[in-house]
């Protein structure tokens, strides 16, 4: 069997990073982040979680290109809509409802883009039509090993569902989306809530 070489701590140190330097609220919710991590965004409809997968992507494109795979939308109407209220102007490249083979071949290119957002893991599906488990999520992050990628899952109560419930401690910054709020919990720090929109924010909660 080949081993990868085993490493010290000053092997960690010493490895040469991509930072993304976060600013402003972004960094109090996320910390700085690595290229490469793994996101996921998760709620139950109506609570603004495309608009702030949206106000995120937008935030992202200047640390690199941005592809969106409209799994759920496609190139509708209602995409618009909410490209539209997130402000979105041409910050990404719409891919639409291609499938994971599709997908990895686009990812192989050069000049492909930095960061993928999967919206929603549960319609992302192979060429024959199966759904990805877990398997096939490992092979996938490991064959975008130097992506970043945001996944969006549905939500049941409290908790993804379906393979979101299986990757949610696996990526490195989980974020429930609720009554337009994002609450961050990531591996870099911070942890500060998002707000949305903020006049639905406060019919929802209140004042906060």
């Not at 883009?113 to 599906?125: A, E, G, H, N, W």
């Not at 910054?173 to 006049?199: D, H, L, M, N």
Request: charged letters at 25%.
């Amino acid at each position: 069997m080949k081993l990868k070489r085993a490493l010290t701590p000053s092997n960690v140190r010493n490895k040469k990073r991509k930072i993304y330097e976060l600013d402003g609220d972004w960094l109090k919710a996320f910390g700085k982040l690595e290229r490469g991590s793994r996101i996921m965004i998760y709620g139950a409809p109506k609570n603004g979680k495309s608009t702030f997968t949206f106000q995120l992507a937008r935030y992202l494109r200047k640390f690199g290109r941005i592809g969106y795979n409209s799994l759920e939308l496609g190139d509708s109407l209602a995409l618009e809509n909410i490209m539209n209220e997130a402000g979105i102007k041409n910050e990404i490249i719409i891919y639409n409802r291609e499938t994971i083979e599709q997908i990895l071949f686009r990812m192989g290119k050069h000049k492909s883009p930095d960061i993928l957002i999967i919206d929603s893991i549960q319609y992302f599906r192979d060429s024959e039509g199966k759904g990805m488990n877990y398997g096939k999520y490992i092979e996938f992050t490991q064959e975008l090993a130097n992506k970043t990628i945001i996944f969006i899952s549905h939500s049941k109560g409290k908790n993804p569902i379906g393979l979101g419930e299986n990757i949610q401690y696996d990526v490195d910054i989980t974020i429930p989306v609720k009554g337009f709020r994002a609450f961050p919990t990531s591996r870099y720090g911070g942890g500060e809530p998002i707000t949305i929109w903020e006049q639905g924010a406060k019919e929802f909660w209140g004042e906060f």
